[in-house]
């Protein structure tokens, strides 16, 4: 199956700072998707991002699916921000694979 | 918006009981999924199902099974819970991408239920 690393694994950031997650994987994809998992568990969906840019308020997303790569870029970081971010290629044949995320705290 | 609910949010169950979890989406999804997350392991595929009756096996389906008699509804069984199985069971719905019988499969945008905190003693 595919192979999904994310980096950096832990990220901590002063609030208002700027980062980008990574997210390589393996093989090629024809979907990926970009989670927000808050601190009591719930995953919420961010993009839905098999190819190109997307932008959402204060994040967005680009994946290159070419070079099986995608970026999540956030910006003016709030502590809301905090919790785990995974990324989660897909393949085909209903087979999504989960990175182990980057967790992200922010400071005030 | 898609609303994905999962019976339980917290529960506590004893060796060798047997356990049901459920999972509700309102949103006419063909696909189901049941993963379970661990720490430092992400989150593992169990079971899918992409119609009712139908299921497949995931990465990881040891000790459970599942049942999808309703399109809406999809339920995840420990037939003897173990202690190794204490973990964190999420729910998942999306529309395929193409239709079953034409080959390839894929997955559309995935939404996830609350979360069912499992603790087995």
């Known amino acids: 199956g595919i192979q999904v690393e994310q980096s950096p694994p832990d990220l901590i950031l002063q609030e208002g700072a700027n980062s980008t997650l990574r997210c390589n994987f393996s093989?090629?994809?024809?979907?990926l998707q970009w989670f927000h998992q808050n601190p009591w568990g719930q995953l919420i969906n961010l993009f839905y991002?098999?190819?190109g840019t997307k932008q959402n308020g204060r994040l967005s997303a680009t994946t290159v699916a070419t070079e099986r790569y995608s970026l999540l870029y956030i910006s003016s970081s709030q502590t809301t921000d905090s919790g785990v971010y995974f990324c989660?290629?897909?393949?085909?044949?209903?087979?999504?694979?989960f990175g182990i995320g980057t967790k992200l705290q922010v400071i005030p | 918006d898609v609303k994905v609910t999962q019976s339980s949010r917290y529960l506590v169950k004893r060796t060798g009981e047997k356990v049901f979890l459920e999972c509700v989406q309102d949103?006419?999804?063909?696909?189901m999924f049941w993963y379970r997350q661990d720490p430092g392991l992400g989150l593992r595929l169990i079971y899918f199902?992409?119609?009712?009756?139908?299921?497949e096996k995931g990465d990881i389906p040891e000790g459970y099974s599942v049942s999808r008699e309703k399109k809406e509804r999809f339920s995840l069984i420990l037939e003897s819970a173990s202690t190794n199985q204490t973990s964190m069971y999420l729910c998942?719905?999306?529309?395929?991408?193409?239709?079953?019988?034409?080959?390839?499969?894929?997955?559309?945008?995935?939404?996830f239920g609350p979360g069912t905190r499992l603790t087995v003693t």
């Open positions: 991002i098999p190819s």
């Open positions: 949103m006419d999804h063909e696909n």
């Open positions: 093989d090629s994809v024809n979907n």
């Open positions: 998942a719905s999306s529309f395929p991408t193409t239709s079953p019988g034409q080959g390839r499969l894929d997955v559309y945008e995935q939404y």
């Open positions: 989660a290629p897909s393949g085909g044949y209903q087979k999504v694979t």
């Open positions: 199902s992409y119609d009712v009756k139908m299921k």
